[in-house]
C-alpha cells in the first residue's frame, strides 16, 4: 500500500482507469479471436458480415489509447489477409497462417 498521498491518489486513478479499460479490452480480444477462428474454420460469408464489428471495435481500442495504431493495422492487416485467402479459394479452409511464413521463407 502507497503511503506518500500523491501515491495513494495514483492507486485511486489507475484502479478507476483500469476499470475503463477493461471491457473494451475484452470485447477487442473475442472479437479478434471469434474473426480469426472465422478465418481457420472457412466461414466466409459470416466474416465478410462480420468484419464491420470487428474493425469498429479495433478502431475504438485506438482511439482510447488501449492499443497502438501499428498494432491494430497489424490486426485489421491478418484478418483482412485471411478473408482474401479464403475468397481466393472459394470459401475452402485457408492454410494456417504460419504455414505460410514458414514457405516464404524457404
Known amino acids: ?3 506518500i498521498k500523491s501515491a495513494k491518489k495514483r492507486m485511486r486513478q489507475n484502479i478507476k ?6 471491457p473494451v479490452r ?4 473475442s472479437a479478434v479471436k471469434k474473426a480469426l477462428e472465422m478465418v481457420a474454420n ?6 465478410v458480415k462480420f468484419l ?4 469498429s471495435v479495433i478502431d475504438t481500442a485506438v482511439k482510447k ?8 493495422a497489424h ?17 475452402k479452409k485457408a492454410p494456417a497462417a ?4 514458414v514457405e516464404e521463407a524457404k
Open 52 to 55: 464491420p464489428h470487428v474493425f
Open 1 to 3: 500500500m502507497p503511503i
Open 65 to 72: 489509447k488501449i492499443l497502438h495504431k501499428n498494432n491494430a
Open 26 to 29: 475484452s470485447e477487442l480480444k
Open 75 to 91: 490486426k485489421k492487416s491478418r484478418i483482412a489477409l485471411g478473408l482474401n485467402a479464403l475468397q481466393e479459394k472459394g470459401g
Open 98 to 101: 504460419k504455414a505460410e511464413k
Open 17 to 22: 482507469r483500469r476499470a475503463r479499460r477493461f
Open 42 to 47: 472457412g466461414k466466409t460469408e459470416e466474416l
